[in-house]
T-cell receptor, first 112, second 112 residues
C-alpha cells in the first residue's frame, strides 16, 4: 500500500521558534510537494521538488524553506514561526510527469 | 495562479446531478480532480491531459476544453458518499519540474 507519512499530526509552537515538518514517501517518487490548507483558500503550494536536492518555489514560499537530501524525504522548515503560519500542512508525492498525487494525513500546526 | 472554481458550494439530494467548473487565465497542460472528505487527505479522482479529452470514473466524469482553458467535473445520480470538497489542480508546463496549483475548492453536500 502506497504511503506518504508526515511525522507530526499536531504541533503547537511559540512565535519565533524554528519548526521542522517531515514527510517521507515509500513509493520512489521523483516529485514531492508541500501545500498549506486554510478554510476558504484551498490548497496553496509552498514549495515543490522534482529531484533530490532540487527545489522550486510555489505560490507562497515566503517564510518557508525546504530540504530534500534523500529521494524519499522532503522537509518543510519555518525558520521563525509566526501566528499567520498557523495552518494545516499537507505533503504529497507523485511520479515524474503529470500523474496522481498521493497526500499525507496532514500536520496541523498552531503557532501561539 | 490559482484556478477559479465554481460554484463555491452546492447542496444536492441523493440521485441529483451536479457540475463543478474550473477555469484558468493561462494555457493548461493538464487538469486534475481530487475529492477531500472532512478530516481526511485529498484523494485523486482523475487527470485530463492537453488534447480536450473526456474521462469517466463510475458516475463521475470530466471534460477538458483546452481552448477555453476550462475543465468541468460531472457527478450524475449523486450518492451520499459523494459529499466532500472537490478541488481542481492545474499544471501549465508539462515539463519535469511539475507544479500543480489547486483552486479554492467546491463543497458538495449530498442529503438523503
Amino acid at each position: 500500500d502506497v504511503k506518504v507519512t508526515q511525522s507530526s499530526r499536531y504541533l503547537v509552537k511559540r512565535t519565533g521558534e524554528k519548526v521542522f515538518l517531515e514527510c517521507v514517501q515509500d513509493m520512489d517518487h521523483e516529485n514531492m510537494f508541500w501545500y498549506r490548507q486554510d478554510p476558504g483558500l484551498g490548497l496553496r503550494l509552498i514549495y515543490f521538488s522534482y529531484d533530490v536536492k532540487m527545489k522550486e518555489k510555489g505560490d507562497i514560499p515566503e517564510g518557508y524553506s525546504v530540504s530534500r537530501e534523500k529521494k524519499e524525504r522532503f522537509s518543510l522548515i519555518l525558520e521563525s514561526a509566526s501566528t499567520n503560519q498557523t495552518s494545516m500542512y499537507l505533503c504529497a508525492s507523485s511520479r515524474q510527469g503529470p500523474g496522481e498525487l498521493f497526500f499525507g494525513e496532514g500536520s496541523r500546526l498552531t503557532v501561539l | 495562479q490559482q484556478p477559479v472554481q465554481s460554484p463555491q458550494a452546492v447542496i444536492l439530494r441523493e440521485g441529483e446531478d451536479a457540475v463543478i467548473n474550473c477555469s484558468s487565465s493561462k494555457a493548461l497542460y493538464s487538469v486534475h480532480w481530487y475529492r477531500q472528505k472532512h478530516g481526511e487527505a485529498p484523494v485523486f479522482l482523475m487527470i485530463l491531459l492537453k488534447g480536450g479529452e473526456q474521462k469517466g470514473h463510475d458516475k463521475i466524469s470530466a471534460s477538458f476544453n483546452e481552448k477555453k482553458q476550462q475543465s468541468s467535473l460531472y457527478l450524475t445520480a449523486s450518492q451520499l458518499s459523494y459529499s466532500g470538497t472537490y478541488f481542481c489542480g492545474t499544471e501549465m508546463s508539462g515539463g519535469s519540474n511539475y507544479k500543480l496549483t489547486f483552486g479554492k475548492g467546491t463543497l458538495l453536500t449530498v442529503n438523503p
